[in-house]
Each structure stands twice: as structure tokens, then as C-alpha cells.
């Protein structure tokens, strides 16, 4: 089949085929029109729980127009990228989502009407993990899985390094799915997929707290004072042990009151505060350094890094919209 040789083409699902593997159930989906090597191969290991191994080399600019959610239902997708970058961005009025190699990103939808972009010339190859709602609700429970799933609209809930764990799974994963027609093994791809999905859930959610001591209302207050502290001194290097001098209490009751009074972290709080207002600043036309300085980071390109990881696009992004 000749390639295209156009250097900008839109894509939506009626100009794709699929084949089914008899063999294994996988199901390959690539454009009709030769653009390349580009194709993503699907197999569903249980219901709930669909893998899909992506690979796009286009010889053009592609844009793939994708329509709202075939699933149906709530899911949790966990996106780990292997090569190459490539970015979604929703209808609805969320940020950009972008993927890139050595990182981990997970988002949660019902209904997503949008569109992928694919660069000319580069590959990109990511691995999937699709979880719908009612295997999640098994697994973590109805709450905790309604607290992920969130309203519906289009939410990045992590972006961050892929871990050495979770890059061993995908490679074993990604290589049984390039290899599907051969024979699948199966057991092997739901059991690294049930893996991969454990350690990501880790990360979402921290472990229930098993103490039935409540804290005392004097704890609690002292606890929200800390919360206060780090929020009035948010443009300085605030340590765990600045922390506990200031407020006259150990790091072990600081960490403890903590997970238990906020399910989170001193570190994790005050990055997360950090970057909320960062995300203010700039949108009201505040520079990069001086966004940077403002939220406590001496260096800019250490607070673009931390930003990045944060929300999943540059700070630079965020200020040229303003």
C-alpha cells in the first residue's frame, strides 16, 4: 500500500480497521489510509479489566478525533509512556493531557469527547491499563472507588516517574502484546496487569488507618495550626523540622496526626499547596521565576520540573494562556 504523503491528517473512527486475533480475542486497530506504522492492539482479560498496547510512527502530523467513552461506564486508565510523547486534549474545559516516555499518568472518566495528537516522524508507544468501575468498586470498595471516579468529567489524578516496579510489568506486558499472534500467555498478562494496578493504586489511595484512637480536640487544633504555618510560609524552605520546633511536637506525631487528620503527608500537603497557588499566579500573569520564588523554590527550573510533575504540562503553558 503507498504512504500517504500528505503532512496533516485527521483521523475519526470510520477511518480505522480492526482485526481480531481468533487465537487470543486481541483485536488490532490501524487507519485504512498507510500513514506509517501505527496501530494499538486491545485484549480484554476480564470484564472490567482491558489492555492495550499503542505504537504510532506516522509519516505525517495525525490528529485522532476520538467521541465520547466506549466503555459505558467510569473508568480508571493508567497510561504508562515508553517512547516518544504525544498529548489529548478533551472538548470539555480541562488542560491539556500530555504522555511522555519514563512516566506514569492516570486519569479517570465517563464521558470524554476529543482529540490525540501524534508528531510526524516520531514513534511513541504507551501500554494501558482500562479498569471499569465495578472491578475497581471490588477492589477498593464503593467509597473509595467513587472518590477516584469523581463526577465524570475528564480528571488527571497522577503524573509522575514511572517507578522501576511498574516499568518492569509494562515491558513484559508490551512484549506478550507485540507478540500476539504467536500466542498469548494469557495468565502472565492479567496477573503483571493486576500488579501494575496494585502499586498504582498505592499510590492513589494511602492505606485505611487501622487506629481506633481518635485525636484529642487540643491535637486536632495544634495540627491545623501546622496546616496554617505552612500555608502563611509558603514562599519558604519549610522542613518537617522547622515544623515541629515552631509548633512544639515530634515528626512521628506530626506524620501520624497527619494521615490521620488529613489522609496525606506534611511533604505532600505542602506541595500540593505549593502548586495551587503557583497555578493562581500564573494564570494572573505572574512570570515563571517570580511564581517560582513566591511558592519557595530558589530555582526556577526546579519548580518547572515539580510543576510538570504535578500537573502534567510546563508552567510556561499555563502563563502564555493568561
Not at 517512547?83 to 519514563?102: D, I
Not at 502472565?188 to 498504582?200: D, G, I, K, N, T
Request: proline share 4%.
Amino acid at each position: 500500500m503507498k504512504v500517504s504523503s500528505k503532512q496533516e491528517q485527521q483521523l475519526s473512527k470510520e477511518h480505522f480497521h480492526l482485526n481480531r486475533s481468533e487465537q487470543t480475542g486481541a483485536v488490532r486497530s490501524q487507519p485504512i489510509e498507510n500513514l506509517g506504522v501505527c496501530y494499538s492492539d486491545q485484549i480484554v482479560l476480564a470484564p472490567d479489566l482491558t489492555l492495550v498496547h499503542l505504537h504510532y510512527s506516522p509519516v505525517c502530523d495525525l490528529t485522532i478525533n476520538q467521541g465520547d467513552n466506549p466503555h459505558n461506564n467510569h473508568v480508571l486508565v493508567i497510561t504508562l509512556g515508553l517512547y516518544g510523547n504525544s498529548c489529548y486534549q478533551s472538548a470539555q474545559a480541562s488542560p491539556t493531557v500530555n504522555f511522555s516516555a519514563g512516566y506514569t499518568t492516570i486519569n479517570s472518566f465517563r464521558d470524554s469527547a476529543g482529540q490525540r495528537y501524534y508528531h510526524a516522524a516520531a514513534t511513541t508507544s504507551q501500554l494501558r491499563l482500562i479498569i471499569g468501575e465495578n472491578l475497581l468498586q471490588q477492589y477498593v470498595g464503593h467509597e473509595r472507588a467513587s472518590l477516584l471516579l469523581g463526577s465524570g468529567q475528564l480528571t488527571q489524578l497522577l503524573h509522575q516517574k514511572t517507578s522501576p516496579t511498574s516499568l518492569s510489568h509494562a515491558s513484559v506486558l508490551a512484549r506478550h502484546m507485540s507478540h500476539h499472534e504467536a500466542g498469548t500467555n494469557r495468565l502472565a498478562l492479567h496477573m503483571h496487569s493486576l500488579s501494575l494496578l496494585s502499586e498504582q493504586l498505592e499510590s492513589l489511595l494511602p492505606p485505611e488507618t487501622t487506629s481506633k484512637q481518635k485525636l484529642s480536640p487540643d491535637e486536632v487544633r495544634q495540627l491545623e495550626q501546622v496546616q496554617d504555618l505552612m500555608q502563611k510560609n509558603i514562599a519558604e524552605p519549610i522542613t518537617e523540622e522547622f515544623l515541629c520546633t515552631a509548633m512544639g511536637i515530634s515528626k512521628s506525631k506530626l506524620k501520624e496526626g497527619f494521615r490521620y487528620l488529613f489522609n496525606s503527608t506534611p511533604h505532600k500537603m505542602l506541595l500540593e499547596m505549593r502548586m495551587r497557588k503557583a497555578h493562581l499566579l500564573l494564570e494572573s500573569g505572574y512570570q515563571v521565576a517570580q511564581t517560582a520564588w513566591k511558592v519557595g523554590y530558589r530555582h526556577p527550573n526546579n519548580f518547572s520540573v515539580a510543576f510538570n510533575q504535578f500537573f502534567g504540562y510546563s508552567p510556561k503553558s499555563v502563563f502564555h494562556k493568561k
